[in-house]
């Protein structure tokens, strides 16, 4: 699993987290979600996302099971097999002072407070989704996350994964996500997502127009993966000199 930041920073989640509270519970589901249960939660819990980019978030994160455990203390990972004994598992984790990713959409420990969940809630898949929602909605710029402006979508999916908009795309992180979502797509009978780099985008070794393609595009830190040693070099230059941007946890 990849690494996690700790601390949100820089997002208003305030106005995007106001409906978890009237979130009614999911049915308990004591395996991983089919494609038809999580299209349906999706739509109730989620619908300012869409389906397939959720689903693909999910399936990288906990492979739709909703009770899924991973310390990032200690690198364990469990699938409880009740809700109780996930719950167990969680708190004793917490209590021990670990970095702890719960539920189906994987949220970390140290962002409940500021999401407004408990454990119990965050282990719940429709409010996981709602949480998962709002935390790539605040990474993608406030607004509705669309699939046509895929330069902002897969920095939001990179924030997600490390809180960093470049990190999570070198990692290899938001293509794997991408693929999934297409995996989405075709089960769903549904056109996949347009490719994840516009067709007018300039080529990779042009760091000049390519800069200039993001910024216009609304991704100023989007690194083609085809960018050579020194051009890397250059955006993780210009990376670590931008504010902090923290979302998830180490």
Known sequence: ?????????????????????????????????????????????????????????????????????HDNSTRASANPASLANAEAQATAW???GHSVDLGLMQINSANLPALGMTIDQTLDPCVSLAGGAAVLRAAYGGGPVGSGQQAALLMALSIYNTGSPLKGIMNGYARRVMRHADEAATALSVPPLPPAIAPDMPPSWDVSATGSYARTHGAPWLVPLGLDATAQKIALADEAASPPQTMRSP
């Open 94 to 96: 917490i209590a021990e």
């Open 1 to 69: 699993m990849a690494a996690r930041r700790e601390r949100l920073r820089g997002y208003r989640l305030a106005g995007v987290l106001l409906g978890l509270s009237t979130i009614s519970p999911a049915p308990v589901f004591a395996a991983n979600l089919s494609n038809a249960d999580f299209a349906t939660l999706a739509a109730r819990c989620a619908p300012g996302v869409p389906e397939r980019v959720l689903h693909g978030v999910a399936r990288a994160e906990s492979n739709f099971y909703p009770w899924r455990l």
